[in-house]
């Protein structure tokens, strides 16, 4: 069988200008780089928006999901059926491709191509907002080593140092030399905060009003503040001009996508930028797009926080699930996930179930249900999935679109443009005016069952202390917490109940206009495992990549 990379190699890309002309963009809308990769620097002003198609997932497992690849595989299949579709992804972070995860491309015939481009550097986005993010770290020591004029208490800052990279190191850092001594940490770039106002900034003023927003300290008299107030937001802003631009690719089936952010939805809220999803519906029929990890939470953040800013909801949401990943969530280890369990399978089922109807009963989406078929899956395990999913009242497609591309996912296709004809009654989960705390318990009991929530002492004193900014209590919850389970104890698989999420501190992203709610044992800098994916990757003698999936 031929990898992901194998496969993606074979295929004889096409002129990015040609992919450009079938959204009717000429080539002064783009800045190329090379002949497969395009910036798109302006999009038409169309008043008709494009039908947004969500895809999410159950619960991930080492098992694997495949939420991208089924986006990649229904945007081309709505194509082949004569729909003029689109893409919109998330650009990979190093951190994942080097460590575990792997790449955010797709997978066997259903892939996002040039992938190798995209999965290493791409056209240097995340290197631009690594270069933001850290010039205001740098402003804001250089401010206090020169005399420190705003009287910022070096306790207080509330910024970090970030790095697109898995680094268990800087985790904790200790900074000397500077008239002063503090110690500190990096996040990785995907949970910074410049990352999150990148993807939520409506075009370049918003972007820069953002970037002056952000709450970088606490005088030693307690007052807040802001980056615009050393002046940096300017330069952040200029650093990020380019890569501000969406980035146009294509599928293995020709289709155009766009690619563009990458914020962590375990940290961060998941969905790529509000600037590419807009280009997206302004020049296609149907854009199909994703969030990061299980419903609960790539779907929540969506609902909650990017619908609000991209003015917006999904008219149709695609769950992802395979036979495996739900016996894994039934008990059974990974070496055993190709053995026919019907009992597993159908205790491991809870976990898609209670995805299933939150999407339907607490956001009011449009669902259906897509299982990427695996060859070991039987045929009494396929039938029983189908029953138990159809008595929830949505339809089930067994997709093959990692083995065949397009043709795979066509009667998934299908039903989707059904389902988008369908009444949209999508809503937000809660509304702004509400308290900080009735939003986290909003989320908590609704979404994860919980039967409340716990704060520490921290995230008290925090809390308090954000509510009186202005503006901070009508600001959405990004819940932090870890993807595998529903509680925030990634032990806890299926659908746990009852359970008492533990929140242990608060971080306030005032320029990207959120409020994260870190649960549980979340890191904010990730670290390698005991064989990363980095050892498997090589460049022969001829100059080709080798070993990236």
Request: with cysteine; aromatic share 6%.
């Amino acid at each position: 069988m031929k990898s992901d990379l194998q496969i993606s190699q074979s295929k004889k890309l096409r002129d990015i200008t040609s992919i450009a002309k079938k959204i009717n963009l000429k080539s002064t809308d783009l800045t190329t780089f090379g002949k497969h990769i395009a910036k798109i620097n302006s999009i038409p002003n169309r008043k008709k928006n494009a039908k947004l198609i969500l895809v999410t997932a159950m619960s991930p497992t080492p098992a694997g999901e495949g939420k991208t690849t089924t986006t990649v595989g229904l945007t081309d299949a709505l194509r082949k059926i004569g729909k003029k579709s689109i893409a919109c992804l998330r650009e990979p972070s190093l951190g994942p491709v080097f460590g575990m995860k792997g790449g955010a491309t797709g997978g066997g015939y259903s892939q996002a191509l040039p992938m190798e481009e995209i999965n290493l550097h791409f056209t240097g986005d995340f290197h631009a907002i690594t270069s933001a993010n850290n010039l205001l770290v740098a402003m804001i020591d250089n401010h206090i080593y020169h005399g420190n004029k705003l009287n910022i208490d070096i306790k207080k800052i509330q910024v970090r140092r970030c790095l697109d990279m898995n680094d268990r190191s800087l985790r904790r850092i200790h900074q000397d030399g500077l008239r002063y001594e503090r110690d500190s940490k990096f996040d990785i770039t995907v949970a910074s905060e410049v990352m999150a106002i990148f993807c939520l900034a409506k075009d370049m003023d918003d972007l820069k009003l953002r970037l002056g927003k952000i709450l970088i300290a606490f005088s030693k008299d307690g007052k807040p503040i802001y980056a615009r107030q050393i002046k940096a937001h300017g330069a952040m802003t200029a650093l990020l001009k380019d890569a501000f631009k969406p980035n146009l690719v294509q599928t293995i089936f020709e289709t155009p996508v766009i690619i563009h952010g990458g914020p962590f939805a375990n940290i961060a809220h998941g969905c790529n930028s509000v600037m590419a999803t807009r280009a997206g519906q302004k020049v296609a029929d149907y854009v199909v797009t994703e969030a990061g990890f299980g419903a609960d939470l790539g779907a929540e953040k969506f609902m909650d926080i990017k619908s609000r800013t991209l003015g917006s909801m999904p008219d149709a949401v695609v769950l992802v699930a395979t036979i495996r990943a739900l016996k894994y969530h039934g008990g059974v280890t990974k070496d055993k996930l190709n053995k026919e369990n019907l009992d597993a399978l159908n205790k491991g089922f809870e976990n898609l179930q209670r995805h299933i109807q939150n999407c339907l009963n607490q956001f009011g989406m449009n669902v259906v249900v897509a299982v990427n078929r695996f060859k070991f899956d039987s045929d009494k395990e396929i039938s029983l999935l189908r029953q138990l999913i159809e008595s929830e009242g949505v339809s089930m497609h067994l997709c093959e679109h990692w083995e065949k591309g397009a043709a795979g996912a066509t009667h998934l296709a299908k039903d989707i443009v059904k389902l988008c004809q369908k009444k949209n009654k999508a809503r937000t989960l809660y509304g702004l005016n509400q308290p900080i705390l009735t939003k986290i318990e909003t989320v908590a009991k609704s979404i994860y069952r919980a039967k409340g929530i716990k704060l520490s002492a921290l995230a008290r004193k925090k809390l308090k202390e954000f509510e009186n900014l202005g503006g901070v209590k009508r600001m959405p919850v990004c819940i932090a917490k870890t993807p595998y389970s529903f509680s925030s104890d990634p032990a806890q698989l299926g659908a746990t109940l009852n359970h008492t999420l533990e929140i242990k501190d608060l971080d306030l992203k005032n320029g990207a206009g959120f409020i994260v709610i870190i649960c549980g044992p979340i890191m904010t800098m990730p670290g390698l495992p005991l064989k990363p994916a980095a050892e498997s990757i090589d460049v022969n003698s001829k100059g080709v990549l080798e070993g990236l999936f």
